[in-house]
Nanobody, 127 residues
């Protein structure tokens, strides 16, 4: 059974940084696209794609509001995905989720269905 486990969430002040990690157990992620998503605590907010990385590392996607501040990376040897988040803002407050795409060698990000998801890690940014 595949398990996706996020870690690294915390409560920080605006301007500070965090690095989220996502370790996948039970599946070699080498051939899978991976992504970070988040859900804001604002009522009615949906889950949005934050950053995604192609299975071959040749393409990454970033939500406009995080470009230049967040960096997604992967270490296939460790079966782990990372999200370096710098200059955090209060609007980055959310539950952050990691997901593994459902199909090898296919793009997976916001708007795509399926995948294997973790339980999330909470990021809270105070002003």
């Amino acid at each position: 059974q595949v398990q996706v486990v996020e870690s690294g969430g915390a409560s920080v002040q605006a301007g500070e940084f965090l690095r989220l990690s996502c370790t996948v157990v039970g599946l070699d992620v080498t051939d899978f696209s991976l992504g970070w998503f988040r859900r804001s605590p604002v009522p009615g907010s949906g889950r949005e794609g934050v950053a995604c990385i192609m299975y071959d590392d040749l393409y990454t996607y970033y939500k406009d509001s995080v470009k230049g501040r967040f960096t997604i990376s992967r270490d296939n040897a460790k079966n782990t995905l990372y999200l370096q988040m710098n200059d955090l803002k209060p609007e980055d407050t959310a539950m952050y989720y990691c997901a593994v795409g459902p199909t090898p060698r296919e793009w997976f990000c916001a708007g795509h269905s399926g995948g294997t998801w973790g339980q999330g890690t909470q990021v809270t940014v105070s002003s």
